[in-house]
């Protein structure tokens, strides 16, 4: 390692000298040169200093004792290539085969990258395969690999692979129930609504052209309510994905609750929407709820009936104010005959239907007292379509499942620490179960100390960074 030292230490302070020299020939100037100098000789440094280790362990392990009993050497000098945050490196290692194993999977390793849980046809370390990741959720795929990984290009096929590498994220990934006491709350909130996002599917003719059609990717979201001047929902927990069966979908709330709440408690839970079939399958499945109507898309519909007699929509929601079933009757006969055509009509009748087998919702809304708006339309927006929909995206079906457990990963709180976790929850179980400890003698020093390379270093005033460089060149 020392020798590595030096030879950075030499090279460093020649690049320095050159770029100095150059600057005052008027050749360079600024800063970003000196910082670009910087950052690729350390990078340099790194990639030197992983190759180092990595070799040096394999050795170690090649030369211990306990590993010349469970395993024979089979192939040595195989090369390895990794990309990693300094750059890509290429290191050699020791192929062996275990002398007891009787699985097939487990008797041949690279025990050095078992070791330092290097999967065997792994080509990205694992941190830059969690920042590809976490930077989809914001970024598109090409975007997130530039971001992720500076020194060497990734195309938007590598994020797309470490995304199906992580597979589709449980809603209640990162719950955590441990001894936790069960919420008493007397009123609880579920608001639901949907984005429709364009699908891609192959077709089978021999021309091989992709049809485009969409998708309906869910959000439901549950709460206690709001608070502060922002209205800010207190404690929520986000669900999305593409679910063919709204039952389970509903399952996955219900069972959320209920881990989470004291159901016996509960007087009322208030489930808001449009009035979707699937939003209302909730009532059938979840107890003690009440169906609120979203007013986003009341108003919607009062526009639609109005649209010909603007002054009407003032009468018109006088009455759904109120939950004044025959003033709203009365008022949508006005409505009606003032339409000056059949399409005007047909408006009339589509919003009155709407209004009609949504009356429950409305009536509930304005004769409880705690029952709340809805803002489910903006959560969709902020949570699904900012990343999904609101650009001319095409997904496929599992792709927009993913990404959209991806998204109410991210609500939920979901962190990189976490992402690192869920990618170890994936990792297959390793083909040697046995602890690396016996292969490697601890006793011995494995990296001595480097001799002095900077003598300058003895001179000077101590300080932090003085401290920082003695630390990697002594």
Known sequence: ???????????????????????????KGGISGLIEIIDKDLNGLGRDLLVYVLENMDEEIRESKERKKLFNIQARDMDKSLVTKFGKIKYQRTYYVSKSSEDEDEEYTYLVDD?????????????????????????????????????????????????KKLG??????????????????????????????????????????????????KLVYVHEGRKGKRNKLENAKYFSGIYPK????????????????????IDTIFLSGDGG????????????????????????????????????????????????????????????????????????KKARKYIYSNWHGINNYVNDQHAEGCSAEGHVSH???????????????????????????????????????????KEKEKRIKMR????????????????ETVPALRKGKVNGLSRAIKALAF
Not at 178 to 192: C, F, R, T
Request: with cysteine; hydrophobic share 35%; aromatic share 10%.
């Open 115 to 163: 070791v330092f849980g290097i999967e065997r046809h792994q080509k990205i370390e694992e941190g830059i395969e969690v920042d590809l990741v976490e930077k989809a959720k914001e970024y598109s795929y090409q975007a997130a690999a530039d971001i992720a990984s500076e020194v060497v290009p990734l195309t938007r096929q590598t994020t797309l692979n470490k995304i």
């Open 436 to 451: 690396t400890e016996k292969i490697i003698d601890h006793r011995k020093t494995l990296f001595p100390l480097a001799k």
């Open 1 to 27: 390692m020392n020798n590595i030292i030096q030879d950075f230490a030499e090279n460093f302070s020649s690049n320095i000298e050159k770029y100095i020299k150059e600057l005052f020939e008027g050749k």
């Open 277 to 348: 079939a699937w939003i209302k399958k909730g009532l059938k499945e979840i107890h003690k709820t009440k169906y609120i109507l979203d007013r986003y898309h009341l108003n919607k519909y009062v526009l639609l009936a109005t649209g010909h007699c603007p002054k009407q929509k003032f009468d018109l929601w006088l009455g759904l104010n109120r939950a004044d079933y025959n003033f709203v009757s009365s008022t949508f006969k006005e409505i009606y005959e003032k339409a000056e055509n059949e399409e005007h009509q047909q408006r009339v």
């Open 168 to 217: 589709k994220i449980d809603n209640r990934a990162i719950d955590d129930n441990k001894s936790k006491e069960k919420k008493k709350v007397k009123h609880l909130y579920i608001e639901a609504d949907e984005d429709h996002v364009s699908i891609q599917k192959r077709n089978c003719t021999k021309s091989k052209k992709k049809k485009k059609s969409s998708q309906v990717t």
């Open 246 to 265: 709204s039952e389970d979908l509903w399952e996955e709330v219900l069972s959320y609750i209920d881990e989470n709440y004291d159901l016996d408690y």
């Open 383 to 425: 949570v699904l379509a900012s990343r999904m929909s609101s650009r001319p995206l095409s997904w496929s079906e599992d792709g927009a499942d993913r990404m959209a457990r991806l998204r109410a990963f991210k609500y939920n709180g979901g962190e990189k620490e976490d992402l690192y976790k869920l990618f170890k929850i």
